[in-house]
């Protein structure tokens, strides 16, 4: 018979063989759908093929300068985002609507990129780091405050609000902002040189790296030691003991998932102003939803969230690289799904172990 | 084989990671007696039994059950073998019937319940016994010793030879109390056997044929009751004599600091809540109060603490209006909280010793300068309190979950004393406190009491109250019947009050 026991510490060994092999599962996964999938030949693919693939998607991350330059450019929005919602997810606020709050930040950055061409960077780019951050700020408040005066779920209402988000940048770029010269394209009118991020060098790499590493700093000290991070610790951990600690939950709700929403906000305003550089539909491929992603197989470390989110983000560069091999792209989220499902799967073996017992029949 | 025996556990052990929790342990059940299980918190009573009702398998041992050797792989073999527990915590759906409870999960509900077959049933099982319940009424709307009733007809039902009664006076009245033990005595006359587990040496004596006591996973001793006196049990019990119990040095009662004035509350369910309750507790006064669970003990303490408002009436701390303010500036105006679930509310669970030591004391400017705590203050400050109180920690980040029941009523305590409070509310202070942490804490709010803190003692331990209190009041549906001098506060009468009468009424009787 097999039974489960409660382990009373997560094992060491477990702590490093688990998260291999949820790798490891989740890449196998990918490579038995790669294998039906035959990459469009008739005849279908052999293993070794497949195998191929998944070398050809680690040279496309990181086999050459401009690779690894593409890994960064989309680790970014992941790692702001990843970092956003960490901050809710350690006070128990389940806010998945960071992908919502990225388009309302890209969208208030934009707003003022296209209103007030005429600014010096200077101004410009913390004009629209500043409205950006409110926005996605009040885009996060909007569920926050049900819930914490009614306690209204706020998994469905943060959810719901991406769609609103979404479709009004959209309403925006198929009318009133579309660009006259845009070819009937739902694009916003390019904004002016001085609305666009600086980059290092010839490559995409923009200045929101170093706004998800400092963020990242910042978070740890403040979780780690500040009197706010203890609150937000120890609401995360029993609500119950913060209110008798005369912990104000309501006012922390509202604060931590204003924050959240702000930082993924500042991810919109720096992939508006520094990729796009205009507005445009379809800005995100779902960064915001990858972002919870991230921060759950990083546990919420913000270091961990910056590895988690380059290591994802190489995925994605690596997945395109490989699509002209006829790779379909969807195989880079099914990777990631699994991922997530195989991690937090192997979560059951940190807290449980199985123990093998021998035959138990009633003797006489 | 020695067929004389009903049950009989042989050289049982069981280990859980860094702990012997019973180390070859033997134990005899005889047909028709009460086998008392006597030990300190954590002295292995509850391993054993939770072994021998088929919740743990142990490493190794027998178990016999007339003569024959079994091994149960679920609690529902050992029911089989006709072994069945009452847990101090039921395990009953509130909105069934007591008729449908008993079947539930038993042989007869395959997948509708009928009820209406067995209640007649149950009624003549439980007539006979005389334990008496209504089968048709829901769970609800029964009191707590109902429940218990509930449970033990459930096992009686199930064909249960051996009832396991784990601490089940521990939510009775005296009254309530006195009748279980008639009624047990009245089934091992009819051939059922009992094994009483308890750490109240005046239920062994009161009731027990037989007695064995394990201390730290040894069983040590097996006595016939005659042949013990109380002495030698606690002896056995705890490895060294009684430890002197604190006494209490007459009260100097200072200012009034507490008074509530028409106190009246919402509870949170079909409780009755509180309602229009006054009293005063001045410095240096112990204001005990009794109540059966849900007559508005928990609510009482969360008002005083500012955790539930009110709807109608005043709270007055020293004099100045404190009603209604919020749970932080209840604290600020000296108010401490020892809280009925220690790992609940008093403590966070996943949280090391420092973190939850400085949970009211983060705010202040002594940890930190601005926006930050000093983490390296905060270590001493938490090392300093763990000093004085003697905790035991293996290291000050360690989650607190992992530590004893009573290492985390001495965290909590220390916390909660370390700012000299003028207000003190305690509930259940010793809940599941072996006896030496006991002693503890009631030397702890005793010298609190000497302070000049004015305390008020929540808890369903009569012999606590009457040990501490220098008032009792007594809850009853949420109303409070009477405050007595501890002096006039006989147990009889308490208990009565308990049960809603009048103190005029009690001394008129």
Partial sequence: ?364 | MTADFLVEMKQITKRFPGVLANDRVDLQVKRGEILALLGENGSGKSTLMSILSGLYRPDAGEIYVEGRKVTFKSPREAIDAGIGMVHQHFKQVDTFSVAENIILGSKEAKFLLKAGKVEKEIEELSRGYGLQVDPTAKIWQLSIAERQRVEIVKMLYRGSKLLILDEPTAVLTPQEARELFQVIRQMTARGQSIILITHKLNEVMEVADRVTVLRSGVAVATRERQQVNQRELARLMMGQDIIVPSKKNPGQFGQEVLKLESATADSDSRRPGLKDISLTVRQGEILGIAGIAGNGRRELAEVIAGLRPLSKGKILIGGKDVTNLSPLEIIEEGVSYIPEDRLGSGLVPNLGAVDNLILKEYRRPGLGRGPFINRRKAGEFAARLIQDVGVKVTGLEVPVKKLSGGNLQRLLLARELASSPKVIVAVYPVRGLDIAASEAVHKMLLEQRSKGAAIVLISEDLEELLKLSDHIGVLYKGRLMGILPVEEAEPEKIGLMMLGAQPGEVMAS
């Avoid at chain 1, 409110?134 to 408040?141: E, I």
């Avoid at chain 1, 779920?153 to 988000?165: C, F």
């Fill in chain 1, 1 to 364: 018979m097999i039974r489960l026991e409660r382990r009373s510490a997560p094992s060491p060994a477990g702590m490093v063989l688990i998260p291999l092999t949820a790798i490891f599962l989740a890449l196998l996964t990918g490579a038995v759908f790669l294998y039906i999938n035959g990459l469009g030949s008739p005849k279908g693919i052999s293993w070794g093929q497949v195998l191929a693939v998944y070398t050809g998607m680690l040279d496309g991350a990181f086999g050459s300068g401009y690779g690894l330059s593409e890994t960064i450019v989309k680790a970014i929005p992941l790692m702001l985002c990843g970092l956003g919602v960490s901050i809710a997810f350690r006070m128990q606020l389940w806010n998945i609507g960071a992908e919502g709050q990225f388009y309302m930040g890209a969208f208030a950055a934009a707003w003022v990129a296209l209103s007030f061409p005429d600014l010096p960077a200077c101004v410009m780019l913390p004009a629209m780091v500043l409205t950006g951050m409110l926005c996605g700020g009040l885009w996060g408040l909007i569920p926050a405050v049900p819930r914490a005066y009614l306690g209204v779920n706020e998994t469905i209402t943060t959810l719901m609000l991406n769609y609103v988000a979404i479709l009004w940048v959209n309403y925006l770029v198929f009318g009133p902002w579309k660009d006259p010269q845009g070819m009937n394209f739902p694009l916003s009118k390019p904004f002016t040189p001085a609305a666009v991020l600086p980059t290092l060098g010839n490559s995409r790499v923009h200045l929101g790296l170093a706004f998800a590493l400092v963020l990242a700093v910042a978070l740890w000290i403040a979780l780690r030691q500040s009197r706010w991070g203890y609150e937000v610790t120890v609401i995360g951990e029993s609500p119950r003991a913060a209110r008798y600690a005369g912990m104000n939950i309501t006012k922390n709700i509202l604060l931590v998932m204003f924050f959240s929403g702000a930082i993924a906000g500042l991810a919109g305003m720096a992939e508006v102003s520094a990729i796009a550089q205009r507005m445009q539909q379809g800005l995100s491929p779902g960064y915001g939803y990858t972002a919870i992603i991230v921060a759950w197989l990083a546990k919420l470390n913000p270091f961990a969230i910056l590895l988690v989110s380059f290591l994802l983000g190489a995925l994605q560069v690596g997945g395109y690289s490989v699509q002209s091999s006829g790779v379909p792209a969807a195989i880079v989220f099914m990777i990631q799904g699994a991922l997530l499902f195989f991690v937090l799967g192997g979560e059951f073996f940190n807290r449980y172990k199985i123990v093998c017992t021998g035959k138990t029949k009633m003797e006489v």
